[in-house]
């Protein structure tokens, strides 16, 4: 057998062949690549191959995509569905691609929320919301055979960790392969897959890296630590940034140093070829670029990030600037990882790094293949080096001696660490996981949709697949009981919102979803229930209604903040010139200029529905409804993209806008009922695809040109 692709191999007939052909036809291309496989591989590959549950915990390059890999590979061969799941786009759509060039183009699909390209495939790339709400809906029945979940640590994560439960207690039949280099103790979740599945689970664990790793702790300002790095040939270098700004500044700060030769600029020129920077932050993402210097993080457009990593992987780049993103397994390959700090804001305040945070970071250092050693290098607080700076100088100086020196003061809410800190992160074992087990109304909704649709011939019983949901979760008794209660509420809300009918049969009666709703309809906000039941109160008759729809829709959506902080700046200028203009006294304007914020139409009718909503669901934050103007200003304002952001001075932060859009349009099309929807409001959704359609295409465009390629090559 031979080609130098997976699809080659596959048989003419899926399911005419045995495991062992499957194994040794997935052996035979595994050593036509050259690699040697490491004992873990080895073990989870045996495990894979005789249909068992499989945990792989395993550092980060010592292989566990090739697993994956294996475990897809024999759904293919057997004509079977698999999934791979992964916490962000960006890696989803990195595996998309990789499996895309090893299975063929028209064998894999992608599934975001944002994205759909070819999800009938027998092979889907998606995030794990994707997979969960699926499952919730069609649970037992969903055709999936395979799931592959990467990053499983997530299954922790106090907002999104549900989605990673769901699937484990829903779907009995498929088989799991649950991949981190962070896990912990599996024990308990490997128990609960055992009893919701009657199969067995092998746990598979290694701490041997292909590329060991050296720590080194810093007390040189940074970019001296950069150019120390690069000049001892340890690049590319990623420096660990917490905030989008920060990567920004020191990726501009970085273009000082001679980091590249003028060859190697030609060369990253040549790679870039017609790329097309064709948004307000390209022109800055190229002058980086030229200077060895990528930028990575959320706030970028999908297809810099696509180029930054291409960029990578060549081997052209010297300093990538980014944020943590890094620890989420995108593969961005680098030999030196350079933290800044050890401290990151986790919604509420400044707080040191978990030790699973910080060593998926950290893994992410050395280069399977190129380099013997990988280093992972932590900056001491910024104020430290300079106190040190100053102290070394007035040692030294003669002017410096018998004067008082002034310290730097660190910044407000600092939170100190030091090497002793460092060496606690290095080698503590991640933190254990923790079941984030949690009930909404979307969830509610999708699981009584799912009992409408698999009746089994026989009398339905209301609430059968939320009781059963309940039942195998992975919480304790006591919080089950809770859960039980706290869904009979949601019940009763959906009921009161007209989203749920309550039909009459005899001896009772039968729980369904209204009839009237859209097929895509879904309530995967966490708002959802409140924007259905206060679209009640607009009036349709208002010229108005459609924009009011939309700022009540917006009003659920999370805040872009540095969008909402441009605006109000912007607001607060344009006051101050003409409070100036008018002789205004200093202190009246400046008490004036404090009361302005950004935009909030409809305040006053959703404050007070929302206080009365959190009444009757009391777990419901206070602070979760958000007034904006975003999308309903670029609507208003017939704005281009490019247009906005200019307009706020956002070309930094274009991911931020297009994502926040792409949301909007989403929940606009699938969390509004038909009944609601206007010709004024299906102009908006018209409106919005096509601008978002406009602005980054990148996934599809690369996938059509894959397929494109396969067909040529079979035409040849």
Known sequence: MTGARLADRLPESPGAVSSEIILARFLDWVAGLGFELFPAQGEALLEVMAGRHVVLDTPTG????????????????????????APVKALASEQFFRMCNEFGAERVGMLTGDASINPKAPIVCCTAEVLANMALRRGADLPVDYVVMDEFHFYADPERGVSWQVPLITLPGTTFLLMSATLGNMAPISEALERATGRPVALISSRDRPVP????????PLHVTIEELANAGRAPIYVVNFTQRDCARLAQSLTSLRLCSREEKKAIFREIGDFRFDTAYGKEMRRF?????????????????LLVEKLAQSGLLKVIAGTDTL???????????????????DGEKDTILKVRDFQQIAGRAGRKGFDDLGWVVCQAPAHEIENRRRSLKARTSPRGRGRRQVRKRPPRGFVPWDERTFERLVTHPPETLESRFRLRHGMVFDLIQADESSRNGGRRTNFASLRRLIAACHEPAATRDRLIGQSAELVRALHRAGILRMAARAGGYVVKADRELQIEFSMHQNLSLYLVSTLELLDR???????????????????????????????????????????????????????????????????????????????????SIRPKRVGREVYEGSLSFNEFIRRYDLQRSEGVVLRYLSRLFKVLSRGVPDRFKTDAVFDQLGYFHALLTRVDSSLLSEWERLWSLEDQAGGS
């Open 289 to 305: 670029l030229g200077f060895g210097v990528g930028v990575h993080h959320a706030g970028l457009l999908p297809k810099y990030r």
């Open 541 to 623: 008759e208002d010229p108005d209604y459609a924009l009011d729809l939309l700022s009540l829709v917006e009003a659920i959506l999370e805040d872009p903040g540095i969008v909402l902080r441009r605006q109000a700046a912007k607001l607060r200028d344009e006051l101050a010139a003409r409070l100036k203009a008018k002789r205004v006294p200093f202190e009246e304007r400046m008490e004036r200029l404090r009361e302005v914020t950004h935009p909030r139409p409809l305040v006053d009718l959703i404050e007070p529905t929302f206080d009365e909503f959190r009444r009757s669901h009391p777990w419901v934050r206070g602070d």
């Open 62 to 85: 010592s292989g566990k995509s090739l697993v994956a890999m294996a475990m897809l590979w024999k759904g293919l061969c057997e004509g079977r569905t698999g999934f791979y799941t």
């Open 327 to 345: 620890g989420v397994g995108v593969n961005v390959p680098i030999r030196t990882v350079l933290f800044s700090q050890l401290c990151k804001f």
């Open 213 to 220: 790793l050296e720590y080194e702790y810093r007390e040189t």
